[in-house]
C-alpha cells in the first residue's frame, strides 16, 4: 500500500525540519510527500527549497486556511491513501509502515493516529478543546470508532482514503477552526457508517511553540465561531454532535451538563449555562496537576481568559442567524523545482 503524505506549512521553520526528516524516514519508495506552504513570512519558504528535491513542494500565493491547503494536497496526491501530517509533528520510527498494516488489517476507510505533547508552550492545551465533543479518550481508546465510541478524528495525524475524502468534499471551509473542520468530516462519514479506527500506536510527537496572546485571542474566536456553526448544522441535518458530559472527570456536574445541553437545542442560553459548568471543570482540574504552581496559576487564568473568548464566540455565532461563511477567492499555487 502506497501513500501521499500531506503536510500542510505556515511560517513553520521552527519545527518544520524535524517534521519532514521524521516523515522521510518512515517512508517507503512508493510513497510520496506533498508539502504546501501557506504563503509563510518567515524562513519556511527557503528551507523547503532544499527538500524540493525529495518531496513535491507548492507555494500558494495567499493563505488559504488548514481546510483549502489539505483539500490541495489531496488533489495534487497521486496514490489512494492519503496521510496528513501536521507541520509540528515528529513521527516515531516505523510507525507509517505500522499504520500501513493495521489500514489494511482492519479493512478500514480512515484512520487516526495520536501524538504525545512536549513541551511548554501554551499551545499544547488545544488538544483538551478536542475532548469536549470526545466520548472516549484518546490514551484510552484503540478500537473502531462510532458515535457512542467517539473519539474525535484528528487531522493532525490520520490517513483517509483518498476516494472518500473526495466523495465528502474534504474539509469544509465553513467549518474552519480547530477543531470543527475534523469533527464535522467525521460526523458525515460515521452517519453513513464509514469504518473509522482510532490507533493508538501510529504516534508522533507534537512540538509546540509559545504563542502570542492576540493571536491566541484571535484563533479562540475563530474557534468559537466555527463550533457554533458546527452546532448550527446538527441540528439542520438531524444528528446530534457527541459531546462528552464527563470532561475532564468530574461526573457529580455531568447531570446538570446533559441537561442543560439538551435544553440548548430549544434555546442557545442553556448552552452558555453549560459551558459555565465546563469553565469550573478546568479550574479544578488544572489546580490539581502535578506541574509547578506557579505556572499552574499562570496556566489556569491563560486558560479561562481564553476559553471565556472562544465560548462567548460559540454563543454569539449561536445565536446569530446570518452567520456569514467566508468565502475563498481564487488563488494560485506552483510547483517548486531545484
Not at 183 to 207: A, C, T
Amino acid at each position: 500500500m502506497n501513500v501521499s503524505i500531506i503536510v500542510l506549512t505556515y511560517n513553520s521553520s521552527e519545527h518544520l525540519k524535524q517534521c519532514i526528516d521524521s516523515i522521510l524516514k518512515n517512508m517507503s519508495s512508493n510513497d510520496e510527500l506533498i508539502i504546501i506552504d501557506n504563503k509563510s513570512t518567515d524562513s519556511t519558504q527557503k528551507l523547503l527549497i532544499q527538500y524540493s528535491k525529495k518531496c513535491n513542494v507548492y507555494f500558494c500565493n495567499k493563505n488559504v486556511g488548514i481546510c483549502e491547503g489539505r483539500n490541495l494536497g489531496a488533489k495534487l496526491a497521486k496514490n489512494d491513501v492519503l496521510a496528513f501530517v501536521d507541520s509540528d509533528i515528529v513521527l516515531n520510527n516505523g510507525v507509517l509502515d505500522y499504520a500501513k498494516k493495521s489500514y489494511i488489517k482492519n479493512n478500514v476507510k480512515a484512520l487516526v493516529g495520536s501524538f504525545a505533547e512536549y513541551g511548554e508552550g501554551y499551545n499544547w492545551f488545544v488538544e483538551m478543546r478536542r475532548e469536549l465533543f470526545s466520548t472516549k479518550r484518546k490514551k484510552n481508546f484503540n478500537n473502531k470508532i462510532t458515535l457512542k465510541n467517539f473519539t474525535c478524528f484528528c487531522g493532525g495525524l490520520c490517513f483517509i482514503e483518498k476516494l472518500t475524502f473526495i466523495k465528502y468534499g474534504g474539509y469544509d471551509i465553513t467549518f474552519s477552526g480547530y477543531p470543527s473542520e475534523d469533527i464535522n468530516l467525521e460526523l458525515l462519514m460515521l452517519r453513513d457508517n464509514v469504518n473509522i479506527i482510532f490507533e493508538k500506536n501510529f504516534r508522533g510527537n507534537h512540538l509546540k511553540s509559545k504563542m502570542e496572546f492576540t493571536s491566541l485571542s484571535s484563533k479562540f474566536k475563530k474557534n468559537g465561531i466555527a463550533i457554533s456553526k458546527l452546532i448550527k448544522s446538527s441540528i439542520k441535518n438531524n444528528y446530534k454532535i457527541p459531546f462528552n458530559s464527563g470532561w475532564p472527570y468530574l461526573p457529580y456536574i455531568a447531570p446538570l451538563e446533559i441537561l442543560f445541553l439538551i435544553l440548548s437545542y430549544m434555546n442557545p442560553y442553556f448552552l452558555f449555562l453549560s459551558l459555565l459548568l465546563i469553565f469550573s471543570r478546568i479550574i479544578i482540574v488544572f489546580a490539581k496537576s502535578e506541574r509547578k504552581i506557579i505556572y499552574n496559576i499562570k496556566f489556569i487564568f491563560v486558560r479561562f481568559y481564553l476559553d471565556i473568548i472562544m465560548f462567548i464566540s460559540i454563543i454569539k455565532g449561536f445565536i446569530n442567524s446570518a452567520c456569514n461563511i467566508d468565502k475563498l477567492l481564487d488563488y494560485q499555487y506552483k510547483k517548486i523545482e531545484r
